[in-house]
């Protein structure tokens, strides 16, 4: 397993833009595939994006389709989220999700390492 440490949260305006990364520890990052999940108050854990370990293969949920890009830096074992024109509706808490492999699934369970979650808020 890897660990997991979400930071580029924050209050942003509708609108506005913010990004989020995930640094992991572990020599085996490159070989993960990863994924971001968030969770508003209230309502279960929903599916974000998510990249294969090398890049090329991604997934999106429709709600972020055209507003958020999912990429990876796996010299700086690192994995980003650009959220971009934010709405009310994307707040909540968004955690990094690790699992080996080449697949891009969008369960949860799929998924065996976690972050601890960071808080975004949009609001005016």
């Known amino acids: 397993q890897v660990q997991l440490v979400e930071s580029g949260g924050g209050l942003v305006q509708p609108g506005g833009s913010l990004r989020l990364s995930c640094a992991a520890s572990?020599?085996?990052?490159?070989?993960?595939?990863m994924g971001w999940f968030r969770q508003a108050p209230g309502k279960e854990r929903e599916f974000v994006a998510a990249?294969?370990?090398?890049?090329?293969?991604?997934n999106y949920a429709d709600s972020v389709k055209g507003r958020f890009t999912i990429s990876r830096d796996n010299a700086k074992n690192t994995v980003y989220l650009q959220m971009n024109t934010l709405k009310p509706e994307d707040t909540a808490v968004y955690y990094c999700?690790?699992?080996?492999?080449?697949?891009?699934?969008?369960?949860?369970?799929?998924?065996?390492?976690w972050g601890q979650g960071i808080q975004v808020t949009v609001s005016s």
């Open positions: 990249i294969s370990w090398n890049g090329p293969s991604t």
């Open positions: 572990g020599s085996t990052f490159s070989t993960y595939t």
């Open positions: 999700a690790a699992r080996p492999g080449m697949n891009v699934p969008s369960t949860p369970g799929a998924y065996g390492s």
